[in-house]
């Protein structure tokens, strides 16, 4: 049994309630210690997972709050260790007094993410599930946080898990025929495996392909802002994000670098990036801030070029757009619709999509929003938790893959059992470095050290 951790859970804010969570041996002894039941009942003699009425106290018998506990026993807990958790009201100070005194009766502070990695070090959540955690709790849209709750509930888990052990039965089968021959085992002929690899690769292959959905899901896309000088950007920018988040003048080149900041918009995460007024200029830091606006165009997945509809456009606006919109997903953005309208599309941007809106009142973003819900259609679609959604994720896969890989290659051109199944082995490396069946230590302090304390 680990030693005794307790954290709050539930944050440093303000809130209606609030939790404090134990863990490791002792848990159940050090909650006795502070919390008197209503009943008069230790929590000592009371059943798992059962919420309890009471007051909790201080070491002078002083009350510091009414609230709720509750015990559940190893292994049948979240961590796999005997567990307690006190609801209290949640009062950041009467919350801090409360942890104060558990940490008087043996229990220390949690570390970020040690709750979770307990949860995994005790097998109760492979890798991948626990990355899930963090990744759930980090959510901004419905998509991200139903695909955390899938990887949460095992999806991915279930498919590697089913390679694995395809890919066991052959290298099990192989060892079978040459530890013992003398044994009535079936002969291992590697020609009957073709499939079982074909399908792992299959496998491997379709879940490696949702990488980079799963990282526009969780990191978002990112989306450059541009146009010429007082059009609305920045103005545009505040009222996507729903508050004043750029300086908005009536002075050209009032932007002089990106501002940046992310949204949702259309059920997609987007990085916004705020950029210069794109026009020639002898200031130097204005020029720095138009390069750097050309080189946020060039990465961006999205652009939204920002037109002054009260006034027509000019050559250089349409050639920015035209140039836009041949390397990325562009909208046209007509603003000040509240004023008489003069900008009319070319007819050579007529296939442009468009929308014309107020970004100082705010009218017209929610048909901004269908626009881009329609341009990114493929990250609308609810995902069942069978994305992978970080770099660590993809490159085990990615290398499982290519070992399937080069071990069907060498089956189809005949070499020894052996050579095959070196590749099969280090395929099976890679899954179980998936989903931590074989990790460093500190590749595993790093995955948690992301997590929130009391997580």
Not at 165 to 188: C, G, K, R, T, Y
Not at 202 to 231: H, M, Q, W, Y
Not at 335 to 356: F, Q, Y
Not at 406 to 414: I, R, T
Request: aromatic share 4%.
């Amino acid at each position: 049994m680990s030693d005794l951790i307790a954290a709050v859970a539930t944050g440093a804010a303000r809130s209606a309630i609030g939790i404090i969570r134990l863990s490791g041996e002792g848990a159940i002894d050090c909650v006795d210690a502070v919390f008197r039941a209503a009943s008069g009942r230790k929590m000592a003699d009371t059943p798992s997972n059962k919420l309890v009425y009471g007051g909790i106290y201080d070491e002078n018998g002083g009350l510091l709050d009414m609230g709720l506990c509750f015990v559940a026993r190893a292994p049948k807990s979240y961590t796999g260790e005997d567990t307690a958790e006190l609801q209290c009201h949640g009062s950041p100070a009467a919350l801090g007094e409360v942890l104060a005194e558990l940490l008087k009766n043996g229990a220390r502070q949690a570390k970020p993410g040690e709750f979770t990695k307990r949860a995994f070090l005790n097998g109760k959540l492979d890798l991948t599930r626990a990355e899930a955690v963090i990744d759930l709790i980090d959510a901004d849209t419905d998509l991200a946080a139903k695909n955390a709750a899938g990887q949460l509930a095992g999806a991915v888990t279930r498919k590697t898990d089913a390679v694995y052990s395809d890919l066991l039965d052959i290298a099990a089968h192989f060892h079978a025929v040459v530890d013992f021959p003398d044994d009535d085992v079936e002969e291992f002929e590697l020609r009957d495996y073709l499939g079982t690899l074909e399908r792992a690769e299959k496998t491997l292959s379709d879940l490696l392909d949702t990488f980079g959905r799963g990282r526009v899901i969780r990191d978002g896309l990112e989306c450059a802002i541009v146009g010429s000088p007082n059009v609305g950007k920045s103005s545009l920018l505040n009222a996507l994000l729903g508050f004043e988040r750029a300086i908005v003048t009536d002075i050209p080149g009032t932007t002089r670098d990106t501002v940046e900041d992310t949204c949702v918009l259309g059920g997609v995460k987007l990085r916004l990036i705020d950029t210069a007024g794109l026009r020639k200029t002898d200031d130097a830091v204005e020029m720095m801030g138009v390069e750097r606006s050309y080189a946020a165009m060039r990465r961006a997945k999205l652009i939204f070029a920002v037109l002054d509809s009260s006034r027509p456009m000019t050559g250089e606006e349409a050639e920015l757009i035209k140039k836009a919109a041949s390397t990325t997903r562009t909208v046209m953005v007509l603003n000040k619709s509240d004023l008489p309208v003069r900008l009319a599309v070319p007819a050579e941007l007529e296939g442009i999509p468009r929308t014309g809106l107020c970004a100082l009142t705010g009218e017209g973003t929610r048909k901004l929003s269908e626009l881009v819900a329609g341009l990114f259609q493929q990250y609308g679609d609810a995902p069942e938790g069978e994305i992978l959604t970080n770099d660590r994720q993809a490159g085990e896969v990615r290398a499982a893959l290519e070992a399937v890989r080069d071990a069907k290659g060498a089956l189809q051109e005949g070499v020894t059992p052996d050579a095959v199944l070196t590749e099969l082995e280090d395929a099976m490396d890679s899954l179980g470095r998936l989903g931590g069946r074989t990790l460093s230590s500190d590749v595993t302090d790093r995955i948690f050290s992301r997590f929130c304390v009391g997580k």
